[in-house]
């Protein structure tokens, strides 16, 4: 150990020995449960829509289909796990049962379900196979129940179907191990028969049955709808909302979308999409390319929200090749492109510390306890990288530690041109939150700067990341327009 090493030893020894901790800011209201931090960290969720519909090429079947049809003959919950997992996705969810009321667990209050079909002879469960396979996989089960019952009588009789609908969430929520999401929507056909959901009911019981899950619906309570069925986020997006400003069936989009930086509820925001033009599987749909994928990326995940993308089982009870594919070239392009944060080679330095274990230094490690926090009652507060050589990228990020309140409003980069040594605004951006991922034209500089403009309360910042996305630099025609187009968007929202 040479004489350096050493003293670098003993000073951090004698620091962590002697000098008690500065404490933390104190966190501005609404702040996140451990469920919804827990659930932000995953990043990314995998739907499975599976069931009759798979078989009879149907999106919202009539509740009529024959149970015989149900017949998946090489169904292997473990690999569609395992595709899951190895592509990046913390949690899968699966269609327990869909608007046609066809159970995928032998439900004990109605034959039209697994039972009836000749799928393992009326003997199968994909709840449990699922649950068994992602258990021993580590990721996390959630489960969507389909208000909307085309199949059971007892639908349009309010009081019949919320005991009915109620003891099919209870069979759910007890005999599968952890829950770690329930997923509700509002999806009714035209002029179906009219009944009175008991929601506050339904969440009650939810959280007694599985405290660690969150409540997915279009007004939460734990976690909202978008409002598109695109995955993309506003590009001012908010975990903050009124959960009474929203209802279930009948959200005002754009709400959905921005959040509420008034909001007194914490209800951040999931992004559901298809990899193919259907929820359900169709021999004649093909998935989406991977341009599209990414884009949707950045338009979720970096917008603070989680990216729910469906990868629906074919009939075989498998998920296809080509969406096997796809979801590689997915997980490899993202690793390619965030693998390399360029920002780990610069000098960090900010307007202001708190001090103590608050320096701006701290923005270069992953984790939400650390971060940088700005002396007190400042005006100005501005993050500086400075590089040894010029760095191209075309790809910010920046994080909040959210367990500490969603802060900044609108932020800027700027960058000294190489030339001229004038300072050049490259991309500002609103919210921040758990992440958010600018994408701007390719540009080159030795010195950047990080100016917060606008916040509730001081900003801290867990993480700055600073890329080159060569797949989106590369020419490649299509992804040109979408970056364009999305870059456009900032401008324009950001003006307004
Ligand atoms: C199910 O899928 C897993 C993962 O792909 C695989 O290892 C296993 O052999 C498959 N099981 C069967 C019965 O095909
Ligand atoms: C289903 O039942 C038939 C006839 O009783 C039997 O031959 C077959 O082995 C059974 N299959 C399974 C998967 O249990
Ligand atoms: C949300 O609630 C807060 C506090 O009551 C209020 O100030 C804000 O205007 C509400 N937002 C909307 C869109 O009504
Ligand atoms: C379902 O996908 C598997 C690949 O995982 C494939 O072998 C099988 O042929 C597919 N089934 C159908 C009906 O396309
Ligand atoms: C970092 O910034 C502070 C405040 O702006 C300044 O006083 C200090 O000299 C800077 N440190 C270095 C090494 O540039
Ligand atoms: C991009 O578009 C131009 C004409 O619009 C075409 O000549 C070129 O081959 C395209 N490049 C790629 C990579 O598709």
Redesign the pocket.
């Known amino acids: 150990m040479s004489l350096l090493t050493l003293l670098f030893f003993s000073s951090l020894l004698s620091l962590s020995n002697s000098t008690p901790l500065k404490p933390h800011p104190l966190p501005i209201t609404p702040l996140p449960s451990s469920q919804q931090l827990q659930w932000q960290l995953g990043s990314m969720a995998m739907f499975l829509h599976f069931g009759p519909n798979t078989f009879t090429d149907s999106e919202w079947g009539t509740g009529k289909a024959d149970p015989s049809v149900f017949n998946p003959a090489h169904l292997n919950a473990t690999q569609w796990v395992q595709i899951a997992k190895d592509s990046g996705f913390s949690r899968v969810i699966l269609t327990a049962k869909h608007h046609d009321g066809f159970c995928l667990w032998p439900s004990d209050y109605t034959d039209y379900s697994v039972k009836s079909s000749p799928w393992r002879n009326g003997t199968g469960d994909v709840v449990a196979e699922l649950a068994s396979a992602a258990a021993e996989a580590g990721i996390g089960l959630g489960l969507y129940l389909s208000p909307w019952d085309r199949h059971d009588e007892a639908y349009g009789k309010t009081l019949e179907y919320n005991e009915f609908y109620l003891s099919q969430m209870t069979e759910l929520l007890t005999k599968y191990g952890e829950i770690k999401e329930v997923w509700l929507d509002g999806a009714k056909g035209e002029g179906e028969k009219d009944m009175e959901y008991y929601f506050t009911t339904w969440f009650s019981l939810i959280h007694q049955l599985q405290p660690g899950a969150v409540i997915f619906s279009d007004a939460g309570p734990d976690v909202r709808w978008i409002g598109d069925e695109a995955g993309v986020a506003g590009s001012t997006c908010w975990s903050l909302f009124n959960r009474t400003d929203a209802k279930i069936g009948d959200t005002d989009p754009l709400y959905s979308q921005q959040g509420d930086g008034f909001g007194q509820d914490w209800v951040p925001a999931e992004c559901d999409v298809s990899i193919r033009p259907g929820w359900f599987w169709h021999a004649l749909e093909s998935p989406k390319p991977v341009a599209k994928l990414l884009d949707i990326y950045y338009n979720s995940v970096g917008r603070n929200c989680l990216f729910l993308l469906n990868v629906p089982p074919n009939s075989s009870g498998l998920i296809s090749e080509q969406d096997i594919k796809v979801l590689k070239e997915f997980r490899e392009l993202k690793n390619s492109i965030f693998a390399n944060n360029l920002a780990r080679k610069a000098?960090i330095?900010?307007?202001?510390v708190r001090g103590g274990q608050f320096g701006a230094e701290n923005v270069l490690e992953e984790g939400l306890d650390k971060y940088w926090a700005p002396e007190e009652k400042q005006k100005e507060w501005e993050l500086?990288l400075e590089f040894r050589d010029p760095v191209s990228f075309n790809v910010l990020e920046v994080r909040e530690p959210i367990q500490m309140g969603q802060r900044v409003a609108s932020f800027h980069l700027e960058m000294r041109n190489v030339k001229s040594g004038k300072w050049e605004r490259v991309v500002r951006g609103t919210t921040v939150g758990f992440k958010r991922l600018l994408r701007f034209p390719r540009c080159e500089s030795r010195s950047l700067k990080l100016v917060v403009e606008k916040v509730r309360a001081d900003p801290l910042i867990s993480y700055i990341g600073i890329y080159m996305d060569k797949f989106s630099d590369s020419g490649r025609n299509s992804s040109k327009i979408t970056i364009t187009r999305t870059l456009q968007e900032e401008l324009v929202l950001n003006d307004s």
């Open positions: 000098f330095n900010s307007s202001s500086y």
